[in-house]
């Protein structure tokens, strides 16, 4: 199985750039990175996801090291509505499934 | 598009009823998955469904959780008896597979008492 390895809580200011990190040391050559994220008392929204090459969307951008072990889910400039619970997840390996871990709670101070 | 449904939003319900939660996934995707969440133990995959199949129940705590998708447009988690241990906020995603992320449904809060 993937597993992924986040830091439990991280801190920013509004306005201010955010790298979120993420380890998937046994990601599998064709299983997609995805990230989430949960804001209070909501369903999980989908972020973003990649395989290989660094992706952006009007949400955000995932930076994907090159041997595909770790990802870093970028804000460019955090706003308050931004906090939340963020999860990144491979699916299980061979697996269309996605098991999430516990997350990284970022918290945005004005 | 509305998005996945659940419903109900909240449910209450005394130890030993059964409990049916339901799902409208979204017009055209062919994946279905439930999720269960607590504080304990965080997003737990419950089981999955493509093209109505389920493909994986591996997640399902025991035998009193059922769960079924008789159409593409329609799924139900069933739990008979409920026990409060069973009481967390329950989620439904649909998905094209292979294809994108996952929507999420709001939820249901269900409250074992």
């Known amino acids: 199985d993937a597993k992924t390895t986040q830091p439990n809580s991280m801190e920013s200011n509004e306005e201010e750039p955010v790298h979120l990190p993420c380890n998937h040391s046994?990601?599998?050559?064709?299983?997609?990175i995805h990230w989430y994220r949960q804001l209070p008392s909501q369903g999980p929204e989908y972020v973003i996801h990649g395989l290989t090459s660094n992706v952006n969307n009007r949400m955000a951008s995932l930076a994907i090291a090159e041997d595909r072990k770790s990802s870093t889910l970028i804000l460019h400039r955090a706003t308050l509505r931004d906090a939340a619970v963020y999860y990144c997840s491979p699916p299980l390996q061979g697996a269309q499934k996605l098991v999430f871990g516990q997350g990284t709670r970022l918290t945005i101070n004005p | 598009d509305a998005g996945v449904i659940q419903s109900p939003r909240h449910e209450v319900t005394e130890m030993g009823q059964e409990v049916t939660l339901r799902c409208k996934p979204i017009s055209g995707h062919n994946s279905l998955f439930w999720y269960r969440q607590t504080m304990m133990r965080g997003l737990e995959l419950l089981i999955y469904f493509n093209n109505n199949v389920p493909i994986d129940d591996s997640g399902m705590p025991e035998d009193r959780f059922s769960a079924k998708m008789p159409n593409a447009s329609f799924s139900t988690l069933k739990i008979q008896p409920s026990e409060p241990r069973d009481s967390a906020v329950y989620f439904c995603a649909s998905s094209l597979l292979g294809v994108g992320g996952y929507t999420f449904g709001s939820g249901t809060r269900l409250t074992v008492v």
């Open positions: 046994t990601i599998s050559g064709t299983d997609y």
